[in-house]
C-alpha cells in the first residue's frame, strides 16, 4: 500500500468512494454525491493550506483522508476537523490507522495542535448507521468532546453527532 497526496486527477476515485457513504447510510449527513466537477473543487480548495491524501492498493485508490480549518477566525489556525472514508470491501485492513497516522505526522508538521471529528452517532445502531466510526477515532486516540442530539435528519429519522478531539503534541511555539 502506498499512502500519497491527492491531486485533482483523484476525484473520480475520492468520489467513488464516497457515493455509497451518501447513497446508504448517514457517515455523512450530505444527500447527493457531489458531481465530479463539486469534487476537483473540493480537493483543490482543501490542498491549497492542508493535506489530502490517498491510499492505494495494487494501484488503485481505496480510501482517503484529509483535514481542514475548523473553523475561518485567525486563533482557529491551530485547530482542523479531519476526515477518512474507505472503500467498502477494504475496512478493517488497518489502512485507516495508517491514513489516520500519516495525516496526523502531516498536520503536525504544519504545527496543528488540535485534531477533531465530527462523527454521525445513533443509538441504538440501526441499518444507515453503526458506532464504528466512534470506535475507530477511540483506537487512534481522540476522546468524546460534545454530544448534540437530533441535529441531522437523513433516512426519515434523526440522527445525533458527536464531536471527538485528539490534541497532538507538536512542541510549537506560537511567535
Partial sequence: MTIRNATIAD???IRTIYAPYVENTAVTFEYDVPTLQEMRRRISEITLNYPWLVAEKDGRIVGYAYAHQLRERAAFQWSV???IYLAQEIRGEGIGSQLYKTLEAALNEKGIHNLYACIAYV???NEYLTTASVR???R???SRAAHFHHCG???EQ???ILWMERIIDNK???V
Fill in 11 to 13: 476525484a473520480e476515485a
Fill in 81 to 83: 476537523e479531519t476526515s
Fill in 123 to 125: 443509538s441504538p445502531e
Fill in 136 to 138: 475507530f477515532h477511540e
Fill in 140 to 142: 487512534m486516540g481522540y
Fill in 153 to 155: 435528519y437523513k433516512f
Fill in 158 to 160: 434523526w440522527f445525533d
Fill in 172 to 174: 510549537t511555539t506560537i
